[in-house]
């Protein structure tokens, strides 16, 4: 694996107000994620060019079409006041990796999430899958390649098996107990809570309830919104350990959003630092502290 680059000058190309960082797979012996653009308020001098590297035996290497699970390409989105929440975004996220979101409240990280899975309508031709506008895309078949898990669990009525079986259900799959019992097993779960109601759960075991519900749909990419902040740090703990076993086991690509710092740095592959609606740096999780944009380094300052 290369090292990583810190403050090699942004070429003359990208120095522009409109700039934006772009994360992108480069064709070398191993995978490198290249982040472009301009910091509001900074002298186009000091703007920069990081780059980040990862090892190619955990996320393969090749051409940008190949190893992009997901591209994102001049994505905005205004308020109902024309307020700016996410300002012209570019990113490519790899398959098979864990990316960390992270930024101030109010800084578009949810809007940003919620586009991927069509929870929000992003405009024709902004977001794609597997190189697949994902407007071109059916909803309901999307969403189940682009699973979501939310911040709090919303179990329906009846067991936990039956939860479990809602999604294969509605594509006309009924899924044996043995299934049922592995998607347990997967979300850290013992088989006595097959026939368990919601109501006999506790917080941190509905979210991991909620998690098998969404694997059973076979998701290729999870989507994550602070989904342990409510949670103890044993269940936390617990959910994390399941997300890591999903990306090496699996190859299955996660974005999370947290506020937590230090889960991004215990889990991400790499982390993106979202700021007034634009991602401004792309970092690895232990070069967090090397960030040079002046809103995101006091962000992670005042988050220590």
């Not at 992003?122 to 939310?150: E, H, W, Y």
């Not at 097993?185 to 006999?200: I, N, R, Y």
Request: with cysteine; aromatic share 4%; proline share 5%.
């Amino acid at each position: 694996m290369q090292e990583v680059e810190l403050g090699k000058a942004v070429p003359p190309a990208y120095k522009n107000k409109d700039a934006a960082i772009h994360l992108s797979t480069l064709p070398s012996s191993s995978t490198s994620y290249t982040p472009m653009g301009s910091y509001s308020g900074l002298d186009e001098a000091e703007q920069r060019l990081l780059v980040v590297d990862v090892n190619e035996n955990e996320h393969g290497s090749g051409n940008e079409s190949s190893d992009a699970k997901i591209q994102i390409r001049e994505l905005s989105k205004v308020s109902d006041k024309s307020v700016p929440i996410l300002n012209k975004v570019n990113v490519d996220i790899p398959r098979g990796v864990i990316m960390g979101v992270i930024g101030p409240s109010g800084s578009g990280k949810s809007t940003f999430l919620r586009a991927l899975n069509r929870l929000w309508e992003p405009p024709s031709k902004t977001v794609f899958l597997d190189g697949q506008d994902i407007g071109d895309l059916d909803v309901l078949a999307l969403r189940r390649r682009v699973g979501m898990l939310f911040q709090l669990p919303a179990l329906f009525e009846g067991t936990v098996a039956d939860n479990i079986r809602y999604g294969p259900q509605l594509k006309g799959k009924k899924l044996t107990d043995n299934e049922v019992y592995k998607l347990l097993t997967l979300a850290d779960l013992d088989s006595t809570f097959f026939g368990k109601s919601g109501g006999e759960l506790s917080v941190g075991q509905a979210q991991r309830v909620a998690l098998a519900r969404t694997l059973a749909n076979e998701p290729e990419v999870l989507l994550l919104d602070e989904p342990t902040s409510a949670l103890d740090p044993i269940s936390t703990q617990n959910i994390e350990d399941v997300l890591v076993k999903l990306k090496k086991e699996k190859g299955m690509t996660i974005v999370m959003v947290s506020h937590s710092i230090k889960q991004i740095q215990r889990i991400a592959d790499v982390v993106c630092l979202l700021v007034g609606g634009e991602i401004v740096e792309i970092l690895k999780p232990d070069k967090l502290s090397e960030a040079k944009h002046p809103m995101a380094l006091r962000f992670l300052e005042l988050s220590n």
